[in-house]
Nanobody, 122 residues
Framework: QVQLVESGGGSVQSGGSLRLSCAAS????????MGWFRQPPGKEREEVAR???????TYADSVKGRFTISRDKAKNTLDLQMNSLKPEDTAMYYC????????????????WGQGTQVTVSS
């Protein structure tokens, strides 16, 4: 089972930047699709960005041009660079993957981290 641990959250002012990192253990971050999700207070969880095995990326419209998802193979981490942050980006951010064991990929996101809080003040 893949274990995911997020870090890098915090509090910033509007227009600031943060970089989230998700350390994976149990399999390579390059093997299966991984993604970042967020859940604002009182709202449902939403997908922010994903990157598949070959490296293709997808972003939610609300973060396009501001957020960048990437993988660090050496560190085996999934990162999310967040620039030009807005108060509406305030949420708990979760890392997720489709790893199924060490060598297989599931059809849906089935591994989740505990989350890291991002708070953006105006």
């Amino acid at each position: 089972q893949v274990q995911l641990v997020e870090s890098g959250g915090g509090s910033v002012q509007s227009g600031g930047s943060l970089r989230l990192s998700c350390a994976a253990s149990g399999s390579s971050v390059n093997w299966c699709t991984m993604g970042w999700f967020r859940q604002p207070p009182g709202k449902e969880r939403e997908e922010v960005a994903r990157i598949d095995g070959p490296g293709a990326t997808t972003y939610a419209d609300s973060v396009k041009g501001r957020f960048t998802i990437s993988r660090d193979k050496a560190k085996n981490t999934l990162d999310l660079q967040m620039n030009s942050l807005k108060p509406e980006d305030t949420a708990m951010y979760y890392c997720a993957s489709k790893h199924q064991g060490t060598l297989f990929c599931a059809a849906s996101f089935n591994n989740w981290g505990q989350g890291t809080q991002v708070t953006v003040s105006s």
